[in-house]
Structures are given as C-alpha cells and as structure tokens.
C-alpha cells in the first residue's frame, strides 16, 4: 500500500508543475498592470521602476517563475501585492472556513443524495423512483447562485430564522457559526446531492441484480437486511469515490455561493486577487487547490483499494 500511495504521489508531482506553470503564465497576459494601481493616481517612472524592480516584476516572465518555484519549494508562497501580508497567512486565514463550508454541504449532500438514491433503486419504475429523479435533476439545473437568493429572500428576509450573510468562527461562537452556514451549505449539497443520488441509484440497480441478493433473498433474510448489508454495502465503493472528489472540487471554493453569502473563503480570496491583480495569492491559493484536489484524489484511489478485495489482492 505504501508502495502505491507513494506512486501516486510521484505522478500528482507533474501535475503540480505542470499547473503552476500554466497560472503563473496565463494569469501575466491579464489586462490591468498591478504595479499602476499601486503607484496611486500622482505616480512617476521612477517610482513605477521602483516598485517593479522591488517586487522582481521587472525580470522575464521565466525568470520570475523560477525564483517564485524556488520560494514554494521552500515553503514560500510570496506576499500579497495589495496587503503585504504572506500569501501563506492569508491561506491559512481562510481555508478553515471553506473546509468548513465543503464539511457541511458534503453532509447535506450525503443525507439527502444516499438515502433518495437508495429508494429509488429499491423501488426502480415506481413513483417514488420518478420523484427522486425529478429531483435530482432539479437539484443539478437550478443556479446556486439563485438558489441562494432565494433562500436569503425567504429564510432571511420574510421569516428571520438565519442571517442573510456574514461568518463566525465556530471557536467564538459555535452557534452563530452554524447559523450563518446552513444555508450557504446547503445550497452548495442540493446540486452535490443530486450527482450523489444518480450514482447511488445506479450502483444499487447493478448490485441488487447480482446472484448473491438472490441468494440472500433464497435464505430468507428480509428486505432490509438484503439491501443494507448485501446490496448498500457492495454499491458503497463508487459512492465513496466520488465523494472524495467532489469534496476536493469544493475545497475549490464556492466562489459564487461566498460571494452571495459573504463568507471569506477560498473562493472570495481568489475573486478579490483577480479583481486586484494580486499575482501572489492568485498564484498561491490555485497551488494550494490543486494540492487539495489532488489529495482527495489520493483518497479515492486509496478508499477504491482498502474497498476492494480484488484491488488489495493485486497489489
């Protein structure tokens, strides 16, 4: 298992460069020129050439790459072109809160996308399958953004039950904090619920047509029992794939969901660096990303494995 997990780390290495390379490239043919917003309105060529030669944006495109590469391998990730904080405190600022947010909506999703997935493969061409697919398919069609809107006008606005925006760390007010998440997760686990919901329900019509469930049904065992421990059971390994990723796609950051909600995440950090031209932490939170994404990929080949016994017997 070493062997492997360790392989798999080797080819994410590539990756890892080959993506670095392509943010630090393309995010430079961007209009605007940061060192101008910097300068203020009353700026001059010696102070424009100050700054750039201070901030090493006067060197070739190639060069500035590899004294930023240099910077990460040693833990470095730069400093903010607008704050002058380091890109790494800003990161560490603002994860917690998007592994927060990914937390909470990957619960929505599993409590609703697993079960509804699971009773309409049990009960496939009945109503319930038919609800449970109108569903899904509301839930991956309707915008999180208007979703979101919505939510606000009515949960906020006319009921007052939630606040409409805003965030609190869970270690000063633990419950302000789940107030002001449960709806920003829950918009971001209806359209996850629903990609939850098809898988589960197509693992389950695989698994519930295998000899073994006849098998069980032969013994006698009742319907619970077939599909809990025989059929779910079976049908687990897929499901638990794609959650990992689709968790690594959130910790992404929902940018759209924390714009309407106002939470400093990960996805408001790097819409405000682009806005701002702040190379650094645009550069700094898209390696941090692909890191991320590419661990819970580890995770799903990892889980696909220990899941499997066909796959541990291989290795």
């Not at 590899?66 to 910077?71: A, D, Q």
């Not at 996308?113 to 109503?127: D, E, L």
Request: proline share 5%.
């Amino acid at each position: 298992m070493l062997i492997y997990i360790a392989k798999r780390l080797l080819i994410a290495l590539p990756t890892l460069l080959i993506v670095s390379m392509l943010v630090f490239g393309l995010q430079h043919l961007l209009p605007g020129d940061p060192v101008l917003a910097m300068a203020g309105e009353e700026r001059d060529p010696e102070t424009l050439a100050r700054i750039r030669a201070s901030l090493n944006l006067d060197q070739p495109i190639p060069i500035q790459y590899l004294r930023w590469l240099g910077g990460v391998v040693q833990g470095d990730l730069g400093t903010s072109l607008r704050t002058g904080e380091p890109v790494s405190a800003l990161i560490a600022q603002k994860l917690p809160v998007t592994i927060q947010l990914a937390v909470m909506a990957m619960i929505f999703a599993a409590l609703i996308g697993i079960p509804t997935g699971i009773i309409a493969a049990v009960n496939k061409g009945s109503v319930l399958d038919w609800a449970a697919n109108i569903t899904a398919l509301s839930g991956l069609s309707i915008p999180n953004f208007w979703l979101g809107i919505m939510l606000i006008l009515l949960v906020s606005v006319n009921l007052g039950w939630l606040p409409a925006s805003g965030y609190e760390s869970p270690f000063v007010d633990p419950i302000r904090s789940l107030e002001t998440m449960i709806m920003p997760a829950f918009v971001l686990g209806t359209g996850l619920a629903a990609t939850l919901m098809r898988h589960t329900r197509s693992a389950m019509l695989g698994v519930m047509s295998a000899d073994y469930i006849r098998t069980a049904r032969a013994k006698g065992l009742t319907r619970r029992e077939v599909i809990l421990k025989h059929g779910f059971r079976n049908a687990l390994l897929p499901v638990i794939t794609l959650t990992a990723l689709l968790f690594g796609e959130l910790l992404a950051g929902a940018v759209l969901t924390e714009q309407i909600f106002t939470i400093p995440g990960f996805g408001k950090l790097i819409v405000d660096a682009v806005f701002n031209r702040d190379y650094a932490v645009v550069q700094g939170v898209v390696l941090c990303t692909a890191v991320g994404f590419l661990l819970m990929n580890l995770v799903a080949d990892v889980l696909s494995v220990l899941l499997n016994p066909r796959m541990r017997a291989a290795l």
